[in-house]
């Protein structure tokens, strides 16, 4: 009989199906950094889309360090 899985189990698999993967994050970034250069935001939105571009980036170096983890593993073999 399978087991329930926790609160916080179950809140960290919501998580991280929200994330996006490594494509989706350059791309949403390189439109951040695209509408902050348009000059057209306003402070609040430079501010919360600088923050999102921070989320972003340490997405995608968690997700480099990741793979590059898995390649070591392989050239260990």
Not at 14 to 19: H, N, S, Y
Request: one cysteine or more.
């Amino acid at each position: 009989m399978p087991t329930a899985k926790s609160k916080a189990s179950i809140a960290e698999d919501a998580q991280e199906d929200a994330q996006p993967n490594y494509e989706q994050a350059i791309a949403e970034l390189e439109k951040l950094i695209s509408d902050m250069e348009s000059g057209k935001m306003s402070l609040e939105a430079n501010l919360a889309s600088y923050k999102r571009g921070s989320e972003l980036i340490k997405l995608c170096q968690r997700l480099l360090d990741q793979v590059e983890q898995q390649v070591k593993i392989f050239e260990a073999q």
